[in-house]
């Protein structure tokens, strides 16, 4: 099922979401919606959040595959870090140069329940990042310099 996406400054989206406790239906099925939501909109990613769900769940391209990820944490980043240039699905037409760390190692669980490790590095890993932020009510706009933060401030009027 398509789901609509919270655009900014819906307040949904800088509120924390909830662990997945257990693989559901209704968590598999948010899952599927997630996933095609993001495929018919071309986002790279999506969290639950951003459909309004405070579910601590994600979903990421890899290798153009859809995936979703349950409870993902970043457990370890580099210190050295990476700018790159962001979009967001619930900032329409905003793109801005964010720095973060180049890797991570990220822990999470599949939907079918396994738990897993993943090392990301370039775009996977600054996927990771911007998505798992979602969970926690962060933006993309909060990791902005001050530069990107002016620039953003022009862009949304
Ligand atoms: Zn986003």
């Not at 595959?65 to 240039?85: G, M, Q, R």
């Not at 993943?118 to 600054?126: E, F, Y």
């Amino acid at each position: 099922m398509l789901l609509e996406i919270k655009k900014y400054p819906d307040p949904v989206l800088r509120k924390k979401a909830e662990k997945v406790e257990k693989v559901t239906e209704d968590i598999l099925e948010l899952a599927q919606s997630l996933a095609e939501t993001m495929q018919k909109e071309d986002g790279l990613g999506l969290a639950a959040p951003q459909v309004g769900q405070l579910k601590r769940m994600i979903v990421l391209m890899v290798n153009k595959e859809p995936k979703v990820f349950l409870n993902p944490v970043v457990v370890k980043k580099s210190k050295e870090k990476e700018t790159a240039e962001e979009g967001c699905l619930s900032f329409p037409e905003v793109f801005l140069e964010i720095k973060r760390p180049k890797t991570v190692e990220v822990e999470t669980t599949d939907v079918s329940g396994e738990r897993m490790r993943i090392s990301a590095k370039g775009l996977l890993a600054c996927a990771f990042q911007h998505e798992i932020d979602h969970l926690d009510g962060i933006l993309f706009i909060d990791r902005a310099g001050f530069w990107q933060k002016l620039k953003f401030r022009f862009l949304k009027k």
